[in-house]
């Protein structure tokens, strides 16, 4: 498990603010009784357009004064929600960076790519399993 990232309630559902956790696939949190209560007591259902998520490195983009609960998400979790908080510019590279663990071919040409685009290193890294030394090797070669 990661650091808690953030479940929170936007007062205005049109915010773009954090992702809809029904956006990111199936959550092992939103089962759990703790969430089920939270959602409860707020009178949410776990599918309103208000309930929104965040990492842990956003937590500090939650509205002050939002109902919110900090919840464990699991590292493949977490790299979903990141990617649905992706501008569309960088989830197309992206998408290609986790498919690259299914090939090998051009790594440095797609790291290079990534990182031009604007998708910062420890990113890259997570996303490609690669050693974070070797995309600094790249990112130092552009």
Request: aromatic letters at 2%; one cysteine or more.
């Amino acid at each position: 498990m990661t650091d808690e990232a953030y479940l929170f309630l936007l007062d205005d559902a049109s915010a773009a603010l954090g992702v809809a956790p029904s956006t990111v696939g199936d959550l092992a949190c939103m089962d759990t009784p703790a969430v089920q209560a939270w959602l409860d007591a707020q009178g949410a259902p776990a599918t309103s357009p208000r309930l929104r998520l965040l990492p842990p490195e956003e937590r500090g983009a939650v509205p002050e004064g939002a109902e919110r609960l900090p919840v464990p998400l699991s590292d493949e979790e977490l790299s979903r929600v990141r990617h649905g908080l992706a501008p569309a510019s960088l989830a197309q590279v992206e998408e290609e960076l986790l498919a690259y663990r299914d090939r090998a071919d051009d790594l440095d040409a797609l790291i290079g790519r990534a990182l031009a685009a604007g998708v910062p290193p420890h990113r890259v890294a997570e996303l490609t399993g690669v050693d974070p030394a070797a995309v600094t090797a790249v990112s130092g070669e552009r």
